[in-house]
């Protein structure tokens, strides 16, 4: 099954910006068009939720937690899926994942820490 590889995450300070991506593997080629997307996060003692999701058209649905923040977007040509993060918040703090709708699979993660 595909491979999705997350990177980005970073230490940063409250109000801070961060973007995610979410790089496919490099096999995947045109497939990558109409996969859907999500992007969770679990913080230290919680449960994973989801954060949003990004179908093949480009719409996306975010969780009002951090609706009006955090935006998602595709770049069909780097097989990469980005989250966009601003105006970060101690609450924030998570491991960050994506994963594609479906799958059982889940990668590493990359952490985002936003400093009290």
Request: aromatic share 8%; proline share 4%.
């Amino acid at each position: 099954q595909v491979q999705l590889v997350e990177s980005g995450g970073d230490l940063v300070p409250p109000g801070g910006s961060l973007r995610l991506s979410c790089t496919a593997s490099a096999s995947i080629g045109e497939r990558f068009n109409a996969l859907t997307i999500g992007w969770y996060r679990q913080a230290p003692g919680k449960e994973r939720e989801l954060v949003g999701f990004i179908i093949p058209s480009g719409i996306t649905k975010i969780t009002d937690s951090v609706k009006g923040r955090f935006t998602i977007s595709r770049d069909n040509t780097k097989s990469t899926i980005y989250l966009q993060m601003n105006d970060l918040k101690p609450e924030d703090t998570a491991v960050y994942y994506c994963k594609l709708r479906h799958s059982t699979v889940w990668g590493q993660g990359t952490q985002v820490t936003v400093s009290e």
